[in-house]
Nanobody, 121 residues
Framework: QVQLAESGGGLVQPGGSLRLSCAASGSIYSINNMAWYRQAPGNQREWVASRTSGGASNYADSVQGRFAISIDNTANTIYLQMNSLKPEDTGLYYC???????????????WGQGTQVTVSS
């Protein structure tokens, strides 16, 4: 079993910064792909950023240049550094990973429960 636990959300003023963390625990052999999504009230969940195990990162246009996704492989923890936050960044942020539980095994998709980010003055 694999669990993801997000943390780091909160209330921040426009222009501020937050760093979200997503700690993966359980039977993980390797994390192959990772991503962050968000969902604002009344909206569908949207993709924010992703990173491959090879280090290639991609970002939604709305966060390009302000957000950065990274991973600490030794701790199986994924981060989302969010700078220059805007009110429209408000939402419930979810981390997502694709991971193998054994060498050569299939990849499984896992989701966290979400952490709330509110950008408001």
């Amino acid at each position: 079993q694999v669990q993801l636990a997000e943390s780091g959300g909160g209330l921040v003023q426009p222009g501020g910064s937050l760093r979200l963390s997503c700690a993966a625990s359980g039977s993980i052999y390797s994390i192959n792909n990772m991503a962050w999504y968000r969902q604002a009230p009344g909206n569908q969940r949207e993709w924010v950023a992703s990173r491959t195990s090879g280090g290639a990162s991609n970002y939604a246009d709305s966060v390009q240049g302000r957000f950065a996704i990274s991973i600490d492989n030794t701790a199986n923890t994924i981060y989302l550094q969010m700078n220059s936050l805007k009110p429209e960044d408000t939402g419930l942020y979810y981390c997502n990973i694709q991971a193998r539980r054994s060498s050569g095994g299939r990849r499984y998709d896992y989701w966290g429960q979400g952490t709330q980010v509110t950008v408001s003055s």
